[in-house]
C-alpha cells in the first residue's frame, strides 16, 4: 500500500486520525482530526505533532504524542505489542482534553520511510469519571475507618512493602505524580504496582484497593 492510499483509507475512519514521521513531522490529518483537536489540516500538516498538541501522560508530565518512542516508552514489555495509552492534550482553542491513542507503523517500501499512525478518541467524559473516584479516596478512608470491624481475611497473594507504601499514599490522598515523585519510580512503575495490587486483593480500581487494605489491617 502507497503512502496515499493509506492516508484516503485513514480519511474515511470515525477515529481522528494522523501519520507522523519518527521525527514527529505531521504527515497526515484526517476530518476527524480536524473535529476532535480543532485544527485544519493546512494548520496541522508539516508542523511537528508535540509542539501542535502539547502533550501530558496520565501522571501530569510532558509527553510525547508523535514517533515511535511516544508508544513504546509506555510499556514495559515490548513483546506485548504497542498498546493504547491516554494522553491529555491543548486543542487549537485552547481547551485540554483527553484522547485514547491506538498505534500502527507503516513502512513505505517504495520511499523507504517509516511513519507512525495515530489513532484518537476523545475520552474527557471517562476521565471525569477518573478523577470524581480519586476524589472520593479520602472519604472511602474516612468511611472505613468508622466501622468496627476488620476483614481479617489474608489477600490471595501478599502484597510487598512497595505496594503497602503505595496504598498508604493513596490512603493520604496523594495523586499519583506526587507518589511516584516520593518513591522516586517512573509513571509506569506506579502503573504496573497498581495493577498487581489489584490482582492479588481482587479489586479493580485504586478506590476499592485502599478500601479493602484499610478493612484487611493491610495499612493503617
Same mark, same amino acid.
Not at 6 to 22: K, Q
Not at 101 to 111: A, E, G, I, Q
Given at each position: 500500500?502507497?503512502?496515499?492510499?493509506?492516508?484516503?483509507?485513514?480519511?474515511?475512519?470515525?477515529?481522528?486520525?494522523?501519520?507522523?514521521?519518527?521525527?514527529?513531522?505531521?504527515?497526515?490529518?484526517? #476530518?476527524?482530526?480536524?473535529?476532535?483537536?480543532?485544527?485544519?489540516?493546512?494548520?496541522?500538516?508539516?508542523?511537528?505533532?508535540?509542539?501542535?498538541?502539547?502533550?501530558?501522560?496520565?501522571?501530569?508530565?510532558?509527553?510525547?504524542?508523535?514517533?515511535?518512542?511516544?508508544?513504546?516508552?509506555?510499556?514495559?514489555?515490548?513483546?506485548?505489542?504497542?498498546?493504547?495509552?491516554?494522553?491529555?492534550?491543548?486543542?487549537?482553542?485552547? %481547551?485540554?482534553?483527553?484522547?485514547?491513542?491506538?498505534?500502527?507503523?507503516?513502512?513505505? #517500501?517504495?520511499?523507504?520511510?517509516?511513519?507512525?499512525?495515530?489513532?484518537?478518541?476523545?475520552?474527557?467524559? #471517562?476521565?471525569?469519571? %477518573?478523577?470524581?473516584?480519586?476524589?472520593?479516596?479520602?472519604?472511602?478512608?474516612?468511611?472505613?475507618?468508622?466501622?468496627? %470491624?476488620?476483614?481479617?481475611?489474608?489477600?490471595?497473594?501478599?502484597?510487598? %512493602?512497595?505496594?503497602?507504601?503505595?496504598?498508604?499514599?493513596?490512603?493520604?490522598?496523594?495523586?499519583?505524580?506526587?507518589?511516584?515523585?516520593?518513591?522516586?519510580?517512573?509513571?509506569?512503575?506506579?502503573?504496573?504496582?497498581?495493577?498487581?495490587?489489584?490482582?492479588?486483593?481482587?479489586?479493580?480500581?485504586?478506590?476499592?484497593?485502599?478500601?479493602?487494605?484499610?478493612?484487611?489491617?493491610?495499612?493503617?
Amino acid at each position: 500500500m502507497l503512502a496515499t492510499e493509506l492516508f484516503a483509507l485513514l480519511d474515511r475512519t470515525a477515529d481522528a486520525a494522523y501519520s507522523v514521521t519518527e521525527g514527529g513531522e505531521i504527515r497526515s490529518w484526517n #476530518r476527524a482530526a480536524e473535529r476532535v483537536f480543532g485544527y485544519p489540516a493546512s494548520e496541522a500538516m508539516g508542523r511537528d505533532i508535540d509542539e501542535l498538541l502539547d502533550a501530558r501522560d496520565a501522571l501530569g508530565t510532558e509527553a510525547l504524542a508523535g514517533g515511535l518512542d511516544a508508544a513504546t516508552r509506555q510499556w514495559d514489555d515490548d513483546s506485548a505489542g504497542i498498546p493504547n495509552f491516554d494522553l491529555e492534550v491543548r486543542t487549537r482553542s485552547g %481547551e485540554r482534553i483527553w484522547v485514547n491513542m491506538s498505534t500502527l507503523v507503516f513502512d513505505d #517500501r517504495r520511499t523507504g520511510q517509516r511513519l507512525i499512525i495515530r489513532l484518537a478518541r476523545d475520552i474527557s467524559a #471517562r476521565r471525569h469519571r %477518573e478523577e470524581l473516584l480519586d476524589r472520593m479516596l479520602q472519604l472511602a478512608h474516612q468511611l472505613v475507618a468508622l466501622g468496627s %470491624e476488620r476483614d481479617d481475611h489474608a489477600p490471595v497473594e501478599p502484597i510487598s %512493602e512497595q505496594e503497602r507504601r503505595i496504598l498508604s499514599l493513596f490512603a493520604e490522598g496523594r495523586n499519583p505524580a506526587a507518589i511516584a515523585r516520593k518513591l522516586e519510580i517512573s509513571p509506569q512503575t506506579l502503573r504496573n504496582h497498581l495493577h498487581h495490587i489489584n490482582q492479588k486483593l481482587r479489586t479493580h480500581n485504586r478506590l476499592e484497593a485502599v478500601t479493602h487494605a484499610i478493612r484487611r489491617g493491610l495499612i493503617d
